[in-house]
Every structure is written in structure tokens, then in C-alpha cells.
């Protein structure tokens, strides 16, 4: 059982670790499911090359199997998507601010002072960013003053991930400015303000974002319809399914486009059992058994 809430970490830790984050031994325990390496804060780190085969799945192989493989939360949709003819994969860093609470928010900012650090607590977390990372953030879907980013920090954010983007359930701001950079961001919505009058109080914590439930190190997977927070453990099965999935969808389509089959004939499998054997033969030429 995960014992341990945010705001009971170890004493040991410093004062802004305590009240916002977890403990390396927390977030393995946090995330014990994970069957790849872990980065050296604990936070699962599913590898790149599994990464690029994500990059390859469709909105059913990426969603399909998931509730069948007990995660049924895992979606959100309805965003504004900077650039949608582009997919968005990347591991999970979470954020999550709520309404200013200044007794708190004093305890963060006061710390992260004490430590040298002069930006704002959402600098702090893109700071904190690696090559592949998406920055996921909880900000409640605020819009006047839930600008978690501008053209400036947007490019901070490109520069440190590389490959990866932006998930705010908030705002961004200086869109026109946003727009060239070449990486992915699903937004609520573009506001002029900056952020404002909100507390960070959650760093690589479980977030909520829409009606999904996301980890630290999830993988992140966004395209036209949507986004998808794959659990570490359940993407090599997704990944694996979704070969078969392909060849069902490539050989259905080619048969569809001779003219001589009714849908229902050939979809969501073949009714004639000589044309169904005609399919498995297709499939086992095409996976090489």
C-alpha cells in the first residue's frame, strides 16, 4: 500500500521537498509496477526506443487496450493542440498548483530562496527537465493568470526535453509567439496574463488532468483526438498488440477497397471462415511466424 501522502514526507528532507514532493523511496514505491530502469529521483524511465515504437500507435491501439488491462482513466480529451498534425510522446513530469494559499506558498518560495533560486516555482519544474520529458501540469483549467508558460519559457521547455512538449490544463500565453516552436502543446486555453495567485503544491506527484490520472513517468502519447497517460507497465503490451492491430487494419482496408465486401462481412472480423483463414494466413506471413 502506498503509505505516504504529500504532506507527511520525511523530515529530513528540505523544507520544499517536504511539502510538494516525494521521496525517491516514496516514488518507487509510488510506482512499483514499473518494469524498466528509473531515473535517479526514482521516476520510471521507459526507454527511448520503446518511445519511438509509441510514437507509431493510433488512438485504438493506444486506447483499446487499456481497460482491458485494469486502467480505464487514462484519457483526456477536448484541448486546444498547438500543433495537431504532429504527435506528442514523451515520459511524464508532473506539476500541480492550486489557489494561492499564501502561508504555504511562502514555505515553497522561501525555500527554493534560501537555495539560490531566484525564478518563479513553475521555473523551478522546467528546470528540472531531461531530453524526453513532457511537462504535465495540473492548474485546476485556470485562464486569467494559469499561463504556466510564454514564447520564452516554451522555448526553455523545447531546449531541455528535445523530443518531448507541454500538457497544462491552464493556460499559455503569447501563443503567436509559441506557435513556430516545433513541439508539442495541448492547452485550455491562451490567455494574456501570466501566472498569477496561484501555490505549487505538487512536484512528480500523482496529478489529476481532466478525467485521467497521471503518474510521474507515465508515457504521454497525444494526437488529433486527444491525450493518453500509458502506465509504464502496460506499453510494451500496447505496443505489442498494436502490430497485430495494424495488419487487421491494412488487410481489411484492401479488401474493402475491391468493392466486393459489405462492412459487415469483413469488420471487426472476416464472417466466412474460408475468408477469416485467408486473414490469419495474411497475418502470420506478415508477422514472420
Known amino acids: 500500500m502506498f503509505r505516504t501522502l504529500v504532506f507527511l514526507a520525511a523530515l529530513a528532507l528540505p523544507v520544499c521537498a517536504q511539502y510538494f514532493k516525494l ?9 512499483a509496477s514499473n518494469p524498466y530502469d528509473r531515473f535517479d529521483d526514482g521516476r520510471p524511465k521507459v526507454p527511448d526506443t520503446m518511445l519511438e515504437k509509441v ?3 493510433t488512438v485504438e491501439e ?19 493542440i ?10 511524464a513530469v508532473t506539476a500541480q498548483f492550486m489557489p494561492l494559499r499564501p502561508d ?14 531566484t525564478g518563479g516555482p513553475h521555473q523551478w519544474v522546467i528546470d528540472q527537465l531531461q531530453p524526453g520529458d513532457v511537462l504535465v501540469v495540473d492548474l485546476f483549467g485556470k485562464e486569467n493568470g494559469g499561463s504556466v508558460v510564454g514564447d520564452n519559457l516554451a522555448t526553455a521547455i523545447k531546449a531541455a526535453t528535445v523530443t518531448g512538449g507541454l500538457v497544462v490544463d491552464g493556460a499559455i500565453r503569447d501563443l503567436e509567439g509559441i506557435s513556430p516552436i516545433d513541439m508539442g502543446v495541448y492547452f485550455r486555453h491562451a490567455h494574456p496574463s501570466a501566472i498569477a495567485s496561484v501555490s505549487l503544491t505538487g512536484y512528480n506527484i500523482p496529478v489529476r488532468i ?5 503518474f510521474p513517468g507515465d508515457v504521454v502519447f497525444g494526437d488529433k483526438t486527444g491525450l493518453y497517460f500509458l502506465p509504464p ?3 510494451k503490451p500496447i505496443v505489442d498488440r498494436a502490430e497485430e492491430t495494424h495488419i487487421h487494419d491494412e488487410w481489411t482496408k484492401e ?16 464472417q466466412d471462415p474460408k475468408i477469416k483463414a485467408e486473414y490469419e494466413e495474411y497475418k502470420r506471413k506478415r508477422l514472420g511466424k
Open 233 to 235: 507497465k502496460t506499453v
Open 23 to 31: 521521496s525517491k523511496e516514496q516514488l518507487v514505491e509510488l510506482t
Open 62 to 80: 493506444a486506447w483499446g487496450p487499456l481497460p482491458g488491462l485494469g486502467y480505464p482513466n487514462q484519457y483526456e480529451g477536448n484541448w486546444r
Open 104 to 117: 504555504l506558498n511562502d514555505l515553497i518560495v522561501g525555500d527554493l530562496k534560501r537555495r539560490g533560486f
Open 255 to 270: 479488401k474493402f477497397m475491391t468493392g466486393k465486401y459489405k462492412s459487415s462481412e469483413l469488420y471487426p472480423t472476416p
Open 55 to 57: 510514437r507509431g500507435l
Open 210 to 214: 481532466g478525467a485521467a490520472t497521471v
Open 82 to 91: 498547438l500543433h495537431p498534425e504532429k504527435k506528442l510522446v514523451g515520459r
